[in-house]
């Protein structure tokens, strides 16, 4: 603490030091957040690709040339990758995470400043290292963002398994380390720099979304690290942790008595808790905004806190949900169903706490609440198909086609994605002082519900009718052929859907200059960022300490002068 | 822009339940004995869920249509929650998700936790970048040796396998890229992979399992129409897992005899 306000009592001069090494966690939040805005277009472009290449095989597209089935393969592995690792566990906790997290347990920064900037910088280094997978010799692994072994973990089992899937693996585990420091900084600081009178249970939701992520983040990270540097030793020193004795193409490789299994299992022991990982955040942000704008106090505010525990902590037991049809017994399966199902019930209960909110409200529509209302649709659409993929036997017809890939695009994806958008939408006026144009954001927002719709409820029919997920073509077996005429509109869908994220780009870069000037606190919100400056001072809260009187969502109080209560507001203005 | 959501979330809800309940895309006719048990255990869940997602949805659109801000005349219900209603729902969501699974785990049971039964037709199956394999032992029910060595993927069937002629039981091995299976009767599978993992899938079996280097699976599953049904990879194998696919013929047993005897003959 000490260490932060000597370091922080002055504002670091020059661009480098301001912009680029910056060490205030304000600056690091939009370092991370405009980082995943670059990896969410390299992303949403190769998902294009993969559409276009799915109804048109032999099109000849400009810049790209024609896709190949392997090059197919490869861009979807790298669209799995850079979404999840760059965009949904770096814009929520990275970014908005990052950024106000601190100023709203009333901190001047984060508790390892030096740590933080270290995190981003690794971070950065990690999304260079995928992308230099594009452009070596034999291009980007095939293997899916899964990357299960001895595919991934042998270099002649097809195109890009070279150097490309040497890339790739190494990425992965610089992105651990760069999140195992996040996560440290994070819990440190939730623990260690709440301002006087914020308790745990007054904590925002987003903090304590941010805070239970961070914990996650930090047990699953580990794991996939190792995992990792088994896969390093695997494929290039000739070790056989999940290699067993295989003939690639009529030649017996060197390795003996490895188990492709257990990748399986470390990654997914990874794999599951990271799903949790890029969804609470923007459960947080949905919690927040669904309150501030229904100008009522969260509905089960305790119930929502043990809500996010419970899921973070049963996070880690599921993880072989993933495995039914691997060759795992299948006794393990009736642990990992039940708990599977049992996680199901604090998401639900969420999403009545979510509806509760609203009910009874004053529902303004301003565009970060379309968003958080956007989010509770998709959220439930994307959650219900989960209790399918949890029974073992209903994963016979349905693991690894289309269904799985409509369920987790919808809730992981999708509802995340609309997590951050209304966290943007929200936070700008605090981060860059200006508003975003109303119209434009609504716009924005009923093309891209209506569209993720269009593009991933479809996939769910699908699945059902029996469609592999990581088919390139539907050409090859006959009772696909059926299935093509929706995969085109699904392919229409998405182009318009991924074109209407211009108006986003241009809304956001516009009104970062031209954007009307903000207040203080244009939502009327009640948290401690709202209490400072737009944009906060180098130090949040230019020298003053803040101190918490109230809950985080005290809005409506009866008595009270306003209709909201800031958490710093004196103790008299409102007693409950 | 509280009845434009309405409007809009309606009708995504609609339009999505229609294409279920209207069954426009939905499983492929099945024709294995555990088809009716694994669709009972489907369409049940379809409805339940459809039924949730139904009253979330239509309750998300109304309730955002009902309690906008129409000026300061609203009134703002202020309280921070129920407890009995908290309870309820959470009591009711335990009992819906856990209820159900615990229905469907007899049949994933009698699935995945008996052994073939006796007098099933034994059958291996091997999955190598890009071709499914199919082998019977022959007269002698013994599967001969198979040698690494010894595989010799350009040449197809038994070379492919790597099948070691000096053994005897091998000799009467068939091997063959297409399956045939008697209808009526219990297939005793045993699956192997030699490269990477593959997934053996065939949607009108009801049947899906990964195929996985260094393991050697067991399942069973039991045809009962005779035809002709697609075998799928489901486990992304490599560059050509799209086509990587097979054919499985359900005859009736005279057929099948008649079918593994041709076989044989040609061997010989």
């Given at each position: 603490m000490a260490t932060s306000a000597t370091i922080h009592s002055h504002a670091?001069?020059?661009?480098?030091?301001?912009?680029?090494?910056?060490?205030?966690?304000?600056?690091?939040?939009?370092?991370?957040?405009?980082?995943?805005?670059?990896?969410?277009?390299?992303?949403?472009?190769?998902?294009?690709?993969?559409?276009?290449?799915?109804?048109?095989?032999?099109?000849?597209?400009?810049?790209?040339?024609?896709?190949?089935?392997?090059?197919?393969?490869?861009?979807?592995?790298?669209?799995?990758?850079?979404?999840?690792?760059?965009?949904?566990?770096?814009?929520?906790?990275?970014?908005?995470?990052?950024?106000?997290?601190?100023?709203?347990?009333?901190?001047?920064?984060?508790?390892?400043?030096?740590?933080?900037?270290?995190?981003?910088?690794?971070?950065?280094?990690?999304?260079?290292?995928?992308?230099?997978?594009?452009?070596?010799?034999?291009?980007?692994?095939?293997?899916?963002?899964?990357?299960?072994?001895?595919?991934?973990?042998?270099?002649?089992?097809?195109?890009?398994?070279?150097?490309?899937?040497?890339?790739?693996?190494?990425?992965?585990?610089?992105?651990?380390?760069?999140?195992?420091?996040?996560?440290?900084?994070?819990?440190?600081?939730?623990?260690?720099?709440?301002?006087?009178?914020?308790?745990?249970?007054?904590?925002?939701?987003?903090?304590?979304?941010?805070?239970?992520?961070?914990?996650?983040?930090?047990?699953?990270?580990?794991?996939?690290?190792?995992?990792?540097?088994?896969?390093?030793?695997?494929?290039?020193?000739?070790?056989?942790?999940?290699?067993?004795?295989?003939?690639?193409?009529?030649?017996?490789?060197?390795?003996?008595?490895?188990?492709?299994?257990?990748?399986?299992?470390?990654?997914?022991?990874?794999?599951?808790?990271?799903?949790?990982?890029?969804?609470?955040?923007?459960?947080?942000?949905?919690?927040?905004?669904?309150?501030?704008?229904?100008?009522?106090?969260?509905?089960?505010?305790?119930?929502?806190?043990?809500?996010?525990m419970a899921i973070g902590f049963l996070g880690f037991m599921v993880w072989g949900h993933h495995m039914f049809m691997s060759g795992m017994s299948p006794y393990t399966a009736f642990a990992f169903s039940l708990m599977t199902m049992a996680i199901g019930v604090p998401s639900a209960i969420k999403t009545f706490n979510w509806l509760g909110t609203i009910h009874g409200g004053r529902v303004r529509f301003q565009t970060p609440m379309l968003y958080a209302i956007g989010f509770v649709s998709l959220f439930v659409s994307g959650g219900l198909s989960g209790p399918f993929l949890a029974q073992p036997v209903l994963d016979i017809p349905l693991h690894d086609t289309a269904f799985v890939v409509g369920h987790f695009h919808l809730i992981m994806g999708v509802a995340a994605i609309f997590g951050m958008f209304a966290g943007t939408y929200y936070w700008f006026p605090k981060m860059f002082g200006r508003m975003m144009n109303e119209t434009w954001g609504r716009i924005h927002f009923v093309i891209t519900l209506v569209g993720t719709y269009c593009i991933f409820m479809p996939m769910h029919y699908l699945g059902m009718a029996g469609q592999p997920r990581r088919y390139s073509q539907f050409t090859e077996l006959a009772y696909l052929k059926h299935l093509i005429p929706l995969n085109e509109f699904m392919t229409y869908a998405a182009i318009v859907t991924v074109a209407a994220q211009l108006i986003f780009v241009i809304n956001l870069f516009w009104s970062m200059f031209k954007g009307p000037k903000a207040s203080d606190n244009p939502w009327e919100s009640t948290t401690l960022e709202w209490t400072t400056a737009t944009p906060p001072p180098h130090d949040n809260f230019g020298g003053r300490t803040p101190v918490v009187h109230h809950g985080p969502y005290e809005y409506s109080v009866p008595g009270a002068p306003r209709d909201y209560v800031m958490q710093t507001d004196p103790p008299t203005v409102a007693s409950h | 822009m509280g009845l434009a959501l309405l409007v809009i979330i309606w009708l995504i809800t609609f339009v999505s339940t229609y294409f279920f309940a209207a069954k426009t895309w939905w499983l492929p006719h099945g024709a294995s004995t555990s088809t009716p048990w694994i669709d009972h255990q489907f369409a049940l869940t379809y409805l339940l869920m459809g039924i949730v997602f139904v009253a979330a949805q239509g309750a998300l659109g109304l309730f955002v249509w009902q309690y906008r801000d129409r000026g300061t005349a609203t009134k703002v219900t202020y309280s921070h929650g129920n407890t009995r209603m908290e309870v309820i729902w959470t009591a009711l969501t335990a009992i819906l998700f856990i209820g159900l699974n615990l229905m469907g785990s007899p049949i994933w049971a009698s699935e995945r936790f008996a052994p073939a039964e006796v007098g099933s037709v034994p059958v291996e199956v091997t999955g190598m970048q890009f071709a499914w394999y199919f082998r019977y032992p022959g007269a002698d029910g013994k599967f001969g040796r198979t040698d690494p060595k010894l595989m010799d993927p350009s040449a197809g069937n038994e070379a492919a396998l790597g099948l070691d002629t000096a053994d005897p039981a091998a000799k009467d091995d068939i091997v063959t890229g297409t399956m045939y299976l008697p209808v009526n009767r219990q297939v005793d599978l045993t699956l192997r992979a030699v490269d990477v993992i593959h997934s053996f899938f065939v949607p009108q079996m009801r049947f899906k399992q990964d195929a996985v280097p260094g393991l050697i699976i067991h399942m069973h599953f039991t045809p009962t129409e005779v035809g002709e049904y697609e075998i799928a990879c489901a486990e992304l194998c490599g560059l050509g897992h799209y086509k990587m696919h097979g054919m499985l013929h359900v005859v009736s047993q005279e057929d099948f005899d008649k079918w593994l005897a041709t076989r044989e003959a040609e061997k010989q």
């Open positions: 670091p001069q020059g661009f480098i030091r301001k912009y680029i090494f910056s060490l205030d966690h304000k600056v690091i939040g939009l370092q991370y957040y405009f980082l995943a805005l670059v990896a969410v277009f390299v992303g949403m472009l190769l998902s294009i690709l993969m559409r276009v290449h799915m109804i048109w095989p032999t099109a000849v597209l400009p810049l790209v040339g024609e896709i190949k089935p392997e090059t197919y393969l490869s861009l979807l592995t790298m669209h799995g990758t850079i979404m999840v690792f760059f965009v949904l566990t770096t814009a929520p906790q990275g970014g908005f995470g990052n950024y106000f997290l601190p100023i709203q347990i009333g901190a001047p920064d984060m508790a390892f400043p030096v740590l933080n900037m270290l995190s981003f910088w690794t971070t950065f280094v990690a999304f260079v290292t995928i992308l230099a997978a594009f452009f070596v010799t034999g291009g980007a692994p095939l293997h899916g963002w899964t990357g299960y072994a001895p595919l991934s973990a042998l270099t002649n089992s097809g195109p890009g398994e070279q150097l490309g899937a040497d890339l790739w693996i190494t990425s992965i585990a610089i992105f651990c380390i760069a999140s195992l420091m996040g996560a440290l900084n994070f819990i440190t600081t939730t623990l260690d720099l709440r301002a006087k009178g914020m308790t745990m249970m007054r904590m925002p939701l987003t903090v304590w979304a941010w805070f239970v992520t961070a914990i996650l983040g930090l047990l699953a990270f580990g794991v996939l690290l190792s995992a990792g540097i088994l896969l390093l030793l695997d494929r290039n020193l000739g070790t056989s942790f999940y290699i067993p004795l295989v003939v690639v193409n009529g030649q017996v490789m060197g390795h003996r008595g490895g188990s492709p299994l257990l990748w399986q299992h470390l990654f997914w022991f990874f794999g599951h808790p990271e799903v949790y990982i890029a969804i609470l955040p923007g459960m947080g942000v949905a919690s927040q905004l669904l309150s501030t704008f229904s100008r009522k106090p969260i509905f089960g505010y305790k119930a929502m806190v043990y809500a996010i | -």
